[in-house]
């Protein structure tokens, strides 16, 4: 966890995520991420020259397949933490699979679950909201904007958004997901297993087998594509010419 929690405070402190007095709810979907940086926050919050209240909100995807018994064992893991947990049901699953049957769910199920965040987050009086993407989410982001929109663009560290006042912070931003992976197996969290059937078999699924192939082969190329990010003053593009010449 220590590291953990030295990548976490540099990003904070880097980009000014965290403000005396901030009310924080992390996003927490079960998953490996969003449960770790909820622990990670918990443990930085003890020392944190910042005083921040914490919050953990989960949106309930309505699967009919998920384990009970993995819910229960989630709310005793945060109860036992100390933090306030809120667990909003909702039926975005049979409206995506059952209802519209996207082939491709993966967008409007994020937008849907990012509304449902955003307003409880609103509703229960929290100015932030703290979502688990990591180093990794940084670099496949970024080549699928460039391989499926044609942009060089990624996610910001810290985002305002004006509709609801809500401001996203991403505090994993310099941690990668293979410290993830041991830190939560070291503390033997319980992690949630994740029941949608487009699990695995995403674009964003692909583009992760193709930064780990590239990076086979070029064993910097991971840092390398973050530095890109990270220093853009480093970037040579192109100016778009003037279309009325």
């Not at 944190?48 to 709310?75: C, Q, V, W, Y």
């Not at 305002?160 to 990668?176: A, E, N, V």
Request: glycine share 6%; net charge positive; aromatic share 8%.
């Amino acid at each position: 966890m220590q590291k953990i929690l030295s990548t976490m405070r540099r990003a904070i402190t880097d980009y000014d995520m965290i403000k005396d007095g901030d009310r924080i709810a992390v996003g927490v979907s079960g998953g490996k991420d969003s449960l770790l940086l909820l622990s990670a926050l918990k443990a930085y919050n003890r020392f944190s020259p910042e005083r921040f209240e914490l919050a953990a909100i989960t949106i309930d995807m309505g699967f009919k397949n998920a384990d009970e018994s993995e819910k229960t064992a989630l709310k005793q893991y945060i109860a036992d933490m100390g933090v306030p947990y809120y667990v909003i049901e909702t039926d975005i699953a049979e409206i995506i699979f059952d209802l519209r049957k996207e082939s491709n769910p993966c967008s409007l199920c994020s937008k849907m679950r990012r509304g449902a965040l955003n307003n409880k987050a609103i509703e229960l009086g929290f100015n932030k909201l703290a979502l688990g993407h990591h180093a990794d989410d940084v670099v496949q982001t970024m080549l699928l904007s460039l391989l499926y929109e044609g942009r060089f663009s990624t996610f910001q560290p810290v985002s305002y958004m004006d509709r609801s006042g809500i401001t996203l912070i991403r505090p994993f931003i310099y941690t990668s997901e293979a410290d993830i992976k041991g830190a939560v197996k070291k503390a033997d969290l319980p992690v949630l297993h994740n029941p949608c059937p487009a699990n695995k078999h995403t674009q964003r699924e692909y583009v992760n087998e193709l930064v780990k192939r590239l990076n086979s082969e070029v064993p910097f190329a991971r840092e390398r594509m973050l530095g890109a990010i990270y220093h853009p003053e480093r970037n040579n593009l192109w100016k778009k010419p003037d279309e009325n010449k």
